[in-house]
């Protein structure tokens, strides 16, 4: 099974450069200052070889470019209610790619991703609750059978070390990659290596 691999959230040099020899193809850093995974300073080692994402919300376009700018971020990963129009323009005029998280809980919930298309270069797809960012369960995901779009999406929301044989039988054309996050940590902003380790070889058996 040939998809990408995102592990978000992380604080500690070290467990990055760690998290980044298992081969995964993204690694993410969390910009929102409520969040206890949040990066209240420049690690010892940012990954060289892993794409670098930056995880906002709501935030203003300059905050988003400075940390762009400071951390050499590959993409912006967007929680809040930023518009079309915002994405368009991080991605058009600044030159980033785009990932939109969308909370998914009902149809129209999948329907609201329409006005997105063409203005992202990923969606990601989580459970949806009252709070911003990153929930750490899992959703429906048959509500994703009704996604006919053609911007490609990531997983996300509670995966953990058991998900990988219902990764493996869920199917989707676009269907892009898988986001690891919460339940891949001893603490927050602390990646389990061993575990994540593990989780990558059953993935791909």
Known sequence: MNLLVKVCGMTDGENIRRVEELGVDFIGFVFYPRSPRFVYQMPDYLPRRARRIGVFVNETKE????????????????HGKESPLYCQSLRKSHGLKVIKAFHLATPRNVAATEAYHGTCDYFLFESKTPQLGGTGRQFDWSLLHRYAGRTPFFLSGGLNAGSANAIRQFHHPQLAGIDLNSRFETTPGLKDVERLRGFLQELTQ
């Open 63 to 78: 905050t988003v470019l400075t940390y762009a700018d400071r951390f050499e971020l590959d993409y912006v990963q967007l």
